[in-house]
């Protein structure tokens, strides 16, 4: 038996109904809009029945139930949204995930964390929250596919493809597992980056001894093709903890996992010193790539270990190849903050603002009015004329379903949605 059901008048939608057992958080449910965040007892397999026609042209539908399984490894909520004719689902990762969990065998975290580089240059993926890890991690992503058939279908294509790019994920960390196998392994690089690449790479050593109180010693050699690291194993200077400070090294550099290695009160007043010496080292070789002008068929080619660096520069704002992308994520990143919020609507809002304006000027202007129109101490006869300014500035011409998301944001506020 459907516990959701669709009810109609003359095949328009008028309301969907509810079991009395399922929890919610909020309900609206319009011909043309729908809002709805379901909290307990409700599970994605509620709406599989669910057609195109039961779905309106502007709806987010919000499972945030932690016993339920979405079919992927750590996520705990997932939306189906659709706008006009384009649907998606996001997958959220919300406070799971510490630095012990694994996903086949590697940090769950560092799983992750590639899989958002992954996503960023790809047209069909979208990073709804940025990947952010303290005690655990906070990230979204976005699966874009056609609708077919009906919820069910289109739901396992998006698990479907998610998974993949776990898969993918995880095969860049096997590559380099692989690569380390021995005292030596060769990179495969271009001649124009094999400088920056081999500096990055010489601050190693210092890294390795500052964080761990361990000499290593190294040789790089240049190829026909690439480089050559050449290791020399110590006592305590392992292939194994080799490959373990390696990774940490071209990952994120997480304060706390940092301290917990050093070994002296002494080592533990110089971490700032190092993490800016590591920064220091992470920004040249970000600037000495200028990643965004290389060939995607040369990043492509070579996806063993220049990949992982690439993946993973510490703390750097993520490497997108898809231009286009780029700017989307960008403003993105600066009307989340500008609004102080990271709801999945603040993103909509932002994303319909920058795909239907063509200027910095406009999109900042937008992006003022909204801050006015949420400032609950400004006055009202202002916020109304921001409400005005913003509507006539944008309202027009954007689809119908953007005017939905729109027009309720104006009529009801941002807390509301």
Request: contains cysteine; aromatic residues 10%; proline residues 1%.
């Amino acid at each position: 038996m459907n516990r959701i059901k669709v009810i109609k008048k003359d095949n328009k939608i008028v309301e969907w109904e509810f079991d009395k057992s399922i929890e919610w958080d909020s309900i609206v449910v319009e011909e043309k809009f729908a809002n709805v965040l379901l909290t307990k007892n409700a599970h994605i397999d509620e709406i599989f029945h669910f057609t195109s026609d039961d779905i309106p042209i502007a709806s987010h539908i919000s499972f945030l139930d932690p016993d339920n399984d979405y079919g992927i490894a750590f996520c705990n909520c997932v939306a189906i949204e659709r706008k006009d004719d384009e649907y998606k689902t996001s997958f959220y990762f919300l406070n799971v995930a510490t630095y012990t969990d694994e996903i086949e065998n590697f940090p769950a975290a560092q799983v992750l964390k590639i899989c958002q580089s992954l996503a960023l240059k790809r047209d069909d993926l979208f990073v709804e929250m940025p990947f952010e890890f303290e005690d655990s991690i906070e990230f979204a992503i976005s699966v874009y596919k056609d609708f077919a058939i009906n919820v069910e279908a289109f739901y396992k294509s998006c698990v479907a493809e998610f998974n993949s790019l776990i898969l993918q994920a995880i095969s860049y960390l096997k590559k380099i597992d692989d690569l380390i196998e021995g005292s030596e392994f060769v990179i495969e690089l271009d001649d124009s980056v094999k400088v920056p690449i081999t500096q990055f790479l010489s601050y190693f050593k210092t890294y390795v001894k500052r964080s761990q109180e361990i000499e290593i010693d190294y040789t790089i050699e240049n190829t026909a093709d690439g480089i050559k690291i050449n290791f020399k194993e110590g006592e305590l200077a392992t292939v194994k903890n080799i490959k373990k400070w390696m990774l940490e090294y071209v990952s994120n550099i997480d304060e706390n996992q940092m301290s917990n290695n050093l070994k002296s009160i002494a080592e533990l007043r110089s971490t700032d010193i190092l993490k800016l010496e590591l920064q220091v080292q992470v920004d040249s070789l970000k600037n000495s790539l200028d990643i965004i002008k290389l060939e995607n068929k040369y990043l492509q080619k070579n996806e063993q270990f220049l990949q992982k660096i690439i993946s993973n520069l510490s703390t750097q704002n993520p490497i997108i190849l898809n231009q286009h992308n780029n700017e989307i994520y960008s403003f993105l990143e600066l009307g989340t903050k500008q609004l102080e919020s990271n709801t999945s609507t603040d993103r909509e809002l932002l994303k319909i603002i920058y795909q239907n304006t063509n200027t910095e000027v406009e999109r900042q202007e937008l992006l003022d009015h909204l801050k006015t129109i949420r400032d609950k101490e400004e006055d009202d006869s202002i916020i109304a004329k921001a409400k005005k300014s913003f509507w006539s500035k944008l309202g027009e011409s954007v689809s119908e379903a953007s005017k939905q998301i729109i027009r309720k944001a104006i009529e009801y506020g941002f807390e509301n949605l």
